[in-house]
Structure formats: structure tokens, C-alpha cells
């Protein structure tokens, strides 16, 4: 904190100059703000306002810069100092485009832009420029897990790309799933016949490239380490371990097919000629082999008539089985309905569904089935009963509402059963199950061995997929640097996953180059700013540990928590958990904040002028804050906004300080939580508002009514809500009164 | 051995098939994909009576219901509105269809006899071949008189106010039961309709054997 | 010379004497005044209309518009043919498509056709007497002879199925076509835009063989009619004319209402509107008389 120079500019631009008395602005930054040097300017954006700024910085020693104009979200190119410490106060979405430009709502405003003012120049006081990550790994290389369709398109793009690859099969042969199929689901014009699956072609190109580097029969035996500077053993047959340095990751582990054992009222298990869709395939391809008719199982007799159940074992209702829809096995059917029509047209081929779910071009596919003869029926199937060597079907016909419908002598009846993802170790599980017996069940084998201290896989969602932001950020599991791609992420075909791959290679690559920059991934990518953490004041109580959502946290031996930066978000969900605040971030901590809540004029409780102070998310609250203002509606003047990184970022002595001082309630704004999450830190709103769900206490020792702090989910399209909940919020603490605080 | 039993022998339990080739647009019954759209636009679908709109029917057919599906008296309800054809989603032609499969269930003998709309149609058709051009009044009249002399005077006492009204307004000719308008040729329509009929039947007979 | 020549093809409900007979009257007019010269297909036989099917088949019901097409070309070459009839105009331009789609069927077409020593070269043009109006001449044109607008009226336009669907008028839409509503507009009378039952089906031939469910539609076309204010209801289809006007009285004792609304053709309304009298318009020829065209046909016409 030695030499530290303030400056503060205020632009009288975009009509704030009119609206603001911008002299009046100025000398509270210089009687309030304590600033030495404080100029308005008529549009600080334009070159000559920046041009001022910059020869303030080189001729006056300027060292931390105070912008009391736009929205901290506009301008953000102009006003780019990324030497120096930069703070900026609201005026224009925060506070002029908010309220109507009245006579007797001028003063409010005005009173509205002073506090903005004031509390801009206490954070960029408290703030320093963030001078980087230093412990940052240079390696290029990418590692993928899994052979399969996903994995080898990953390879090949990144090694395009120009990015060495470690790809590791746990099998002997590249292919995975699609190297057992017969045919695919047809991706070209015009999308009438199964095709060939192209796994051939994508295994040659990957043996044929010298920058990809295959381990067959192999498994990873540890990873340690972060983005950049990944440490990878992998364990091959042999009992050999080779190390591998590497800069990210991406985890192709694909899916097994649901265990159609699970399914004995369908006939799983019960009989060889009923079979599930890759007991199919495999017929399919040895009759390829052979004559090229498909022969029923029990006696090798030439199959007649074929009946495809779909969903089975897949959205269920009951919770015994999956719930969800594995989106592939609709089409997977018509193709292999196809395999018996465009061999033998006489072949009866039935395809009992519900909802036939062909999305795209499938609908394509499905009328050529149509045409083929293939015949569709709505219908819901109750039992498989095999007998010798055929099966009787009984189903409930949905559209002649026929309970007790049946198709006999079926010579093969093939169970369309969904997929389940190969994530590895359910860690939540394992530490839920783990907190409840105190004993560790059997679980799956682990896939990437992490050696982090939050579990060696990476975190599930609840039906087993590797969890990601579904909408914003779909490749990027909760450990930085790991991508997932592929079925192991969701549900999907072949088309789909290579997609996939796709994404989640170039994501990759991303990654391992901020890496190398100390700069963070999404959703602050470029923030060279991370958690700084003063030890001596640690208690040891792991709170940071184990709330990191990104498992960025290590501990040493003597439990102490050990940041891996290049692993970090910078949530801030540390900062927010810490109960001794010894948790920071050079531009972000428990005093940038605090300091601006402190900053805040209190009237008297005689003034009938409230304060409501809201703590909003800077990923949706506040972006639909600033889009309230550019549709120009109005909101109470009373409140006072400041960005928080996440919910989770909050900490409570912020609510506590703030009511302390006299404001009379508290708005946290912050994105939905739970298995539906919209966070952009995935877990973060959810960690933040358990921790806040304790404040009622607080609350209760101070004696203040429930109603003083609110919590509210918001999503960035509450443009017109926000503003109603605001003034909804700010009428009712009228009804309970002011705070008692005030004036203390 | 009846035309009925003759092709229920040829197709044996593969109805839809027989439908492909015996019925008018008939091989557009496969491509159904079961939206129910037809069903929801069919005007008549709004009045208790209808037995199967066209979705029901067309899945009947894939689910080889033969019997049913002949015997209903579902396609002689249909009012040739077009509703269902410009609606469906699969482009089927559906009117058509429900009237080839009226068609064919009337060439079997299996349409349900005193269906009266199967039976207007019939009559309608040997009204206007018989002379080429249609005449009303023997139309209605054969209506009204297909279940028998008594109950022809009631139906037609029924509608005496409409024919009242129609005549009065030069719209129905009383003279028309005896003669009223026609071709000149004749002959010629007849001999043309015989060589359709001819060719028709030879060539569903051909796709029987094929 | 006319301005505007075609093949007509009246079809058997336009006959003298038969259920649209005012119809052809009040077109004949029309066609005065609007310089279009219609000349009958001789010895035109009936289309087969759609409800003919149990017996028809599919190659006699086509063999049967072919005939008429065969007829036209030969004695009236290069002549579209205009139909007023819906179902015939529909019935003749399916038989045009399926035979132009269908080597075989029209190879099997011409066979029939020998029997009768006719025969097809050129497929002709199938038009709706509505499409003639409105792509041939246009609403201006249209327009620009109407000497007594019909003031004051309210017409609802009942475009029902058979013009719409599936071919339709081109440029319609066939969930809410407008060219019925822009012709009321024409004639000066308020149209009714949002008359919602305007594609409604009449019921067809049900309307003869199976009454309680055709005048349940019948009913509903007509009550909506009412509710939206129309004084009458305009149709450009013979057998929608026919079955929402003549059924009104048995609806009544059907359902208790109290129906009593004229059911006009476009032509007729035309005639009216271009001075033409009760008898050009054939109003008499009403079931349900048109009280308000009849005064407006007594009164002078404006030049
Ligand atoms: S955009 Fe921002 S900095 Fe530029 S003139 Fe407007 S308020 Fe001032
Ligand atoms: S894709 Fe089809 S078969 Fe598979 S779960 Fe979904 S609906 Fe069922
Ligand atoms: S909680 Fe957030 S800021 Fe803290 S270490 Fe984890 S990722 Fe980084
Ligand atoms: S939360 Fe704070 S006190 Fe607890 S272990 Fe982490 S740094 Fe130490
Ligand atoms: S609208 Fe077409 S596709 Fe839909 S159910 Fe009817 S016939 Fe089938
Ligand atoms: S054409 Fe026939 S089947 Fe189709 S909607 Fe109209 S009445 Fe129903």
C-alpha cells in the first residue's frame, strides 16, 4: 500500500452532466473519497477523456484510477488499465437511467450518484492491481481418455490444431461402441439407409498421425498436478507405468448400455433370442459376414418377424430404472429394423414406441423406414414372454386404446435399453456414503485417479453424467483444465459426439493456454487475479477445502490449505466460506467490499430516506440490472448495488456490517441452485445460500426481523422482474420500519 | 369362392399390403406417423357417431384389423372437406384414401349395407353414368325410398319443406322424374365407362397375381 | 371480340332447374358486364363429383372429367375451362393432375376415352370462375363497374371447403383465405373479417344422406354468422349455398333457433351491385329471400 494515488474522473457524458450535478460529484470524491486529484470530464471515453487519464497515470504518478460513469460493463476496452487498479462507480445504467427526470426526484438521484461515488473511491483504495499467477505450467500436450468415436475425433482435432496428444484405450483395439456397430444412422443426404460407421477411417488417420501417441490396453494410474502441468501416469498390461506431461485433458469414457438383465419382464436374460441393441448389432455384422441373414439366436433359423421394444429400462417413472431418454435409441432401431427390410422386405419388423423421438434429419430416416415397410406402433410393451424359440409381445396399443394387444411367434424381439455414462467414481457420493456408515461400499473403478484432495474423478449430476454448466459452458467439468465430452457428458449419438469432440478439444487447448498465462478459464477468463491466502491467520478448519467448487484446493501436511491457482475459478467461494477472512483477491476481498458498504451515507432514521444495499452476481443479476437501465425502468432510489463475483463470494460479515451501520435491508441476488443450476460456478449460489441460510440467528441476536435480508434467484432475462422485486422489497421494509442502527 | 375370401387368401394377415395395392393412395397409409392432426380437423370427428377418424383407421390397417376396418362405416362418413388433406404433416393424401378405402370395402360386399351415405354415393354415381348428367330429384327420391317403400313417404315427408322451398324457387324440377337433362352421347359414355371399369379391375387383378 | 374467353363447364347443379341454377343466372350477368364470354363444353357430361367414390373407382371418375376435357379440345381449342361448381372445378383439376403425374393412368385414360371416339392431346387449364375474377381481371377491374355499392350490408364471407382445399385459390391462405371478404369490399358492402366459421365444411353430401350431422356444422356456420352481425352469408360454392340456406327452417326444429339468414352467390351480389335487377341477379331463386338486395335492386342506379 505504499504509494498509492487516487484519481477520479467523472464523465459528464451520455447525459449525466445534465441529470448530475457533476461539480457537486467531484467534490465528494475529494472531501468523501479523500482523493487527491478529481476531474470531470465532458466524455471521458473518447480519446481525448482516456488520453487525459493516461498522461494523469505517466505525469502525476497515478496509480489507482476511479471512473464514476457507465456501467462497469461498457467501455470496458477504453477504460483498459491493466497496470493499475481501476474502480467504477455506476451513474449512468446504476443510477440516471434508473430514475425519471423529475424535479422532485433530483435530489434523490442525486444523493444516488454521491454514494456511488464515494463507495468507487473506498474499493479502489482497497484494491491493487493483480500482478498474476506465477506457478504455471507450459505443457501443450493434450491427454484423452478413451478410443472411441469421441476420443479419436478429439485426437485428431487437436493434433490439426497443432497439439501433441496421449490418447489412452483401456481396450486392445481403438473403436469403442461405434467399432462394434454394424452401420450407423445415415449423417448425409439423403439420410435413407444405414451407413457405413467411418470408424475404420478415424482409427487409420489416428495411427497415421505421429503427433498422437496411443496407449492401447491401458488405464491412468494417477494425475496430480493442474492445467499446464498435469503429471499423468499411465498404467499399460504389461504392470508398466509411462509419465506423461500434460496441459489438459479431455475425458471420452463414452457409455455402457443399461444391463437388460435389469429388465426380466421384457425377457432380458430370459431367453438368447431376446437381446439388447448391441446383441444385435453383433448379429448383424456375423450375417454381414455370412449370407447376410439375420439367423435367431436359440437355433440359427433364419429371423421372420422382429420386434424392437423402445425405452426399455429408459424413462421410467417408477425409479427403478433410467429416467431419462438416451435420444439415440429411437433411430438406432429404425436402422436396425432397416438391417432385416433392405436384406429380406418380407421380414415382419415392428417398432413399439411411445414417442418416436428422430430429431433432425432422423425424421428423414424414420419415413424411409416407413417406406421400407417398417410398420410403427404406438404402444406402451408390458411382457416379453419367450417360449422355444419364439416370444410373445404384449403391449398396450396407445392409439386403439387396446390393453391387451399381443404379437405372437416373434422370432427376435431386440430391447432398445439406454445408456449409461463410464464417469467413473460418484465422489459425492462416496463422501455422503462415507459421512452416513463411515464404510465405503463397492464402487466403479476410477477413471483419472485424481490425486486432489475432493475425489479422483470429477463430479457427477444426478443421473451419473459428469457435471457441467448444461447451457454455458457444456465441456468443462468442476476441474479446470478437465473437459468431458461425448456420452459421458449426456445422452447422444454418434453426430453428436463427434461435435463434442470437437468443442471440448478446442476448449482444451484453451485451457492449457491461459494456463501458461496464469490467467483464468471461463466464465472470468483473463482474470490474472487468485485467491491469496494469509496463513498465519489460519485456522485450519478446511472450510475453503471443501467448498471449493472446483477442487482447486489442496491441503499439506499439516492442513493447511495449498491453492492450486492454475486449478481456480476465482469464484471466490473460498473467500465467502472463510470464517477468519484470511482469504483474498488483489481486486476483489472482504475489504473492497466491506470498505464500499462502509462508504455509505446513512440518513437518519427521521429522513425517510431507507438504504437497501443489494449484493448482486456480476454473471446475471447485475448484467440484468444494467439492461433494466437501458430499457429505462425505473427502480427506488434507495438502493445501493455493488457486483459480487458469486453468491458464493458473500461473506456474511458483509450482511452483518451492513445492518451494523444502519441499512435497513439486504438484497442478495444470486442464480438458481440445485440440480437445475444456472451458477455460473456451479456450485456456488447453492454454497452461498446455506451459508446465508444461518443468518437468520444473526438476525435474531441483533434483534432485527427476518424481512432485513432477502434472498432472490434471478436469471439474466429478469430485466423487467428485477425492478418489481426491487420495489416490491424496498415497500415492504417501509411496513417494518427503519433500521434501529441508524445513527450508531 | 367370394372376392372377399379370395383376397383375404392372398394377403392372409398382411392387411396393410392389401390395402397398397387395392385401395386408391393406399400405399400412403404406411407413412402415417400418427400426429392425430387429421383426426383433430375432421369435422364429423366433433360428433358422437364417428366410429375411427383417418389416424385410427390408418393404424387399424397397420395392425391388420381387416374386418373392422371394412365393415366400419367411419370412411362413408367423411364429407370430402380437405381439411385433413391440407393439414397433415406427412402430406397424406387422406381423402382420398378414406374414399379408396370405402371403394374397396363396397367392391368386397363388406360396407355396412344401409349405410346411407354409402348408399347416396352409390346411387349418385348411377345417377349421373346413367344418363352422364345428374338428376336431382331421382336422387333424392332413391334416397329416401332405400329402406323401403313406408319409411321412403316418412323421410320424404320430412324433407317436404326443403323441396318445397326448392321448387318454389325453380330450384328442383318436378319434371325431372320423367326424363330431364342428360347427354346426347350416351352410348359413347357408356362404352368409355365400361373400358375404365375393364382396365381398373384388370389391374388390380394383375397386382393380386404379382 | 370479348375481352375474355373460356370453355364453360356448368355442371349438372347449375342446370336449368336445378339446385344452383340461380347461380349460372346471376353469372351470365356477371359475364355481361365484365365482358366474359362463356362457351359450353358441348354435350359436357357430370364430373363425378367427389361423393360419387363407392362406385366410381379411380380411373372411371377420371375418364369421366376427360371426356370434358377432350370435348373442349375439340370444339373449343385453346380455351381454359371454367367451372362454377366447386366440387367440379376440384374433381377436373384432380383428374388434371393425376393424369399429367401418371403415365399409366393417362395411357389408360386415352384407352377409355377411344370408346367414346374422343381422345386428350393437351392437358387443358382448370379454372374456378373466383380465379378468373380475381388473377384474369382483378379487383380493380372488377370494381370499376359497380354503379350501386351495397351499402349498409353486412355479408359474411363463407368461403367453406371446397374452393380452398386442398387446391385453394392461389396466394390464400387455406386456415383464413380473404378474397371472399375483399370481393364484399368490392361491391361496397362491410365485410367480416374475423367471421371465424368461413372454412368451415357444410357437411357436403352428408347434408342429404346423414342430415343431423351435417346441420350440426350447418348450424354452427350460420350462428356465427349471426353473432358477428351479418345480414347475409356469400359463398362461392353451390353446395354450400344450398345446404346453409335450406336446411335453416329443420335446424330451427332441430335446435330451437330462429334462423332466417339469405345465402347469396359472389355473382349475385356483383350483379346487384353493377345495376343489374332482381331478375339478372336471379334473387328469386332465393329459399330465404334477400329482402335487403331486392330493395337495393329497385333502387336507381347512380352514374
Ligand atoms: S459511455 Fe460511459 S464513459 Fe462514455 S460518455 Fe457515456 S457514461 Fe461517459
Ligand atoms: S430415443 Fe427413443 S427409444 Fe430411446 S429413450 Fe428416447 S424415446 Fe425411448
Ligand atoms: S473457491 Fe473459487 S476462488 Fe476459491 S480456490 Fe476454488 S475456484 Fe478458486
Ligand atoms: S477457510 Fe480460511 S481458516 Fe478455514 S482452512 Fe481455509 S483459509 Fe484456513
Ligand atoms: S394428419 Fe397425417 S400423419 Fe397425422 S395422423 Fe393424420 S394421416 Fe397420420
Ligand atoms: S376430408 Fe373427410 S376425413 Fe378429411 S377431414 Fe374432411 S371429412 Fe374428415
Known sequence: ?744 | MSANTAVAEKYRNNFLKEIEEQVEMGDWVKMCMQCGVCSGSCPTNFQSAWEHPPQELFMMIRAGKREEVLTSSSMWNCTSCYNCIVRCPRKLPITHIMHGIAEYAHRLGMAPKMQPTRFFSGLFWKNCTHTGRVNELKLSMGLYFKDGFVQGIKNGMAMQSVALGLVKAKRLNVMELFGGHKCKDQKGVHAMLKKAYEIERSRKTAKMAG | MAKHEYAFYPGCSSQKGASASNYLTSVESMCKTLDVKLTEIPDWNCCGASIGYAEAGELPRHVLNARNFALSEQHLPGQEIVATCAACWLGARETRERLTHSDTLMADTREALKEAGLTINEMPNVRHMVEVLIEDLGFEEMAKHVVRPLEGVKIAGYVGCQTNRPFGVAGESFENPVYLDKMVEMVGAESIPEYEQKVTCCGGALAFSEPEKAQAQIKDIVESAYDHGADMIVTPCPLCQANVEIYQGQINKRYGTKFDIPVMYYSQLMVVAYGGSAKDAALNGQVIKARRLEEIAAKPVKR
Not at chain 1, 138 to 165: C, D, F, H, N, R
Not at chain 1, 426 to 432: S, T, Y
Not at chain 1, 451 to 467: A, I, N
Request: with cysteine.
Open chain 1, 1 to 744: 500500500m505504499a504509494d498509492i494515488k487516487v484519481a477520479a474522473y467523472i464523465c459528464k457524458g451520455c447525459g449525466l452532466g445534465e441529470r448530475l450535478d457533476t461539480d457537486a460529484l467531484v467534490k465528494t470524491a475529494q472531501k468523501d473519497g479523500k482523493v487527491p486529484l478529481a476531474k470531470s470530464h465532458e466524455f471521458l471515453c473518447n480519446a481525448d477523456g482516456v488520453a487525459m487519464i493516461k498522461n494523469d497515470i505517466a505525469n502525476e504518478g497515478v496509480t489507482h484510477i476511479m471512473i464514476g460513469a457507465c456501467s462497469r460493463r461498457a467501455k470496458t476496452e477504453a477504460f483498459h488499465f491493466p497496470e493499475h487498479a481501476v474502480a467504477r462507480a455506476n451513474l449512468r445504467e446504476g443510477v440516471v437511467w434508473i430514475r425519471p427526470d423529475t424535479e422532485e426526484a433530483r435530489e434523490t438521484t442525486q444523493e444516488m450518484a454521491e454514494d456511488y461515488i464515494r463507495m468507487g473511491c473506498a474499493e479502489v483504495k482497497a484494491m491493487t492491481a493483480p500482478a498474476g499467477n506465477l506457478n504455471t505450467g507450459g505443457s501443450k500436450t493434450l491427454l484423452v481418455v478413451g478410443g472411441g468415436v469421441t476420443g479419436m475425433t478429439t485426437a485428431i482435432e487437436a493434433s490439426k490444431t497443432g497439439y501433441p496428444v496421449v490418447l489412452v484405450e483401456k481396450s486392445g483395439a481403438l473403436g469403442g461402441w461405434a467399432g462394434k456397430l454394424y452401420k450407423r444412422t445415415p449423417v448425409h443426404e439423403p439420410y435413407k439407409s444405414p451407413a457405413d460407421t467411418g470408424v475404420a477411417d478415424l482409427v487409420s488417420q489416428v495411427q497415421a498421425d505421429s503427433n498422437i501417441k496411443v496407449y492401447l490396453n491401458a488405464t491412468i494410474a494417477k494425475t496430480d498436478g493442474a492445467p499446464g502441468r498435469f503429471v499423468v501416469d499411465v498404467a499399460t498390461e504389461s504392470g508398466a507405468t509411462h509419465t506423461e506431461d500434460i496441459g489438459a485433458i479431455v475425458q471420452a469414457t463414452g457409455f455402457t448400455l443399461y444391463d437388460m438383465n435389469k429388465l426380466p419382464e421384457l425377457g432380458g436374460g430370459k431367453s438368447p433370442n431376446v437381446v439388447d441393441q448391441a446383441g444385435l448389432e453383433a448379429l448383424a455384422a456375423a450375417a454381414a459376414e455370412g449370407d447376410g441373414v439375420i439367423r435367431r439366436p436359440s437355433d440359427g433359423q433364419p429371423v421372420k418377424s422382429v420386434v424392437f421394444v423402445q425405452c426399455a429400462g429408459q424413462r421410467d417413472t417408477t425409479g427403478q430404472h433410467l429416467s431419462y431418454c438416451s435420444g439415440f435409441c429411437c433411430n438406432a432401431s429404425i436402422k436396425q429394423a432397416m438391417y432385416f427390410k433392405d436384406t429380406n422386405p418380407a421380414v415382419d419388423t415392428t417398432i413399439i414406441y411411445t414417442d418416436l423421438r428422430t430429431p433432425g434429419n432422423g425424421e428423414d430416416f424414420y419415413r424411409s423406414a416407413q417406406e421400407k415397410g417398417v410398420i410403427f406402433t404406438k404402444g406402451k410393451v408390458a411382457e416379453v414372454l419367450p417360449t422355444g424359440n419364439t416370444s410373445t409381445v404384449k403391449f398396450n396399443d396407445l392409439i386403439l386404446g387396446d390393453t391387451d394387444a399381443a404379437m405372437v411367434d416373434v422370432d427376435l424381439v431386440v430391447l432398445a435399453t439406454g445408456q449409461v455414462a463410464n464417469s467413473g467414481i460418484n465422489i459425492d457420493a462416496l463422501a455422503a456414503t462415507a459421512e452416513e456408515e463411515g464404510a465405503v461400499e463397492v464402487k466403479p473403478i476410477s477413471i483419472l485417479n485424481l490425486t486432489y484432495r475432493q475425489g479422483k474423478d470429477v463430479p457427477q449430476l444426478k443421473q451419473g453424467f459428469t457435471d457441467s454448466h448444461f447451457i454455458c459452458f457444456p465441456y468443462e467439468t468442476r476441474r479446470t483444465g478437465i473437459y468431458t465430452a461425448g456420452p459421458v457428458r449426456r445422452p447422444m449419438d454418434i453426430a453428436q459426439a463427434r461435435e463434442d469432440a470437437t468443442g471440448a478439444a478446442l476448449k482444451a487447448i484453451q485451457a492449457l493456454e491461459n494456463a501458461e498465462l496464469g490467467r483464468a478459464a471461463h466464465p472470468r477468463s483473463g482474470d490474472l487475479s487468485f485467491p491469496k491466502v494469509r496463513l498465519e491467520g489460519c485456522t485450519q478448519c478446511k472450510r475453503c477445502t471443501v467448498e471449493c467448487p472446483f477442487g482447486a484446493i489442496d491441503e499439506d501436511e499439516k492442513r493447511f490449505p495449498v491453492f492450486n491457482e492454475s486449478r481456480c475459478r476465482r469464484c471466490g467461494t473460498c473467500m465467502g466460506a472463510c470464517p477468519v477472512r484470511v482469504i483474498s483477491f488483489e481486486n476483489y476481498s472482504v475489504n473492497t467490499v466491506g470498505a464500499q458498504i462502509k462508504a455509505v451515507d446513512i440518513p437518519d432514521e427521521f429522513s425517510e430516506k431507507p438504504r437497501i444495499l443489494i449484493l448482486a452476481c456480476e454473471n446475471d443479476a447485475y448484467p440484468a440490472l444494467d439492461m433494466a437501465g437501458m430499457n429505462r425502468i425505473e427502480y427506488s432510489a434507495y438502493v445501493r448495488t455493488i457486483p459480487v463475483r458469486c453468491l458464493g463470494s458473500v461473506n456474511t460479515i458483509w450482511i452483518t456490517d451492513a445492518l451494523n451501520a444502519g441499512y435497513d435491508g439486504v438484497m442478495l441476488m444470486g442464480c438458481k441452485s440445485g440440480d437445475e443450476y444456472q451458477c455460473h460456478f456451479v456450485k456456488g449460489s447453492e454454497l452461498g445460500r446455506t451459508r446465508l441460510s444461518k443468518i437468520d440467528d444473526t438476525l435474531k441476536t441483533l434483534n432485527l426481523e427476518s424481512e432485513r435480508v432477502r434472498d432472490l434467484e434471478v436469471a439474466i432475462t429478469d430485466i423487467e422482474r428485477l425492478p418489481e422485486m426491487i420495489n416490491k422489497y424496498a415497500a415492504e421494509l417501509v411496513a417494518v420500519g427503519p433500521s434501529p442502527f441508524k445513527g450508531f
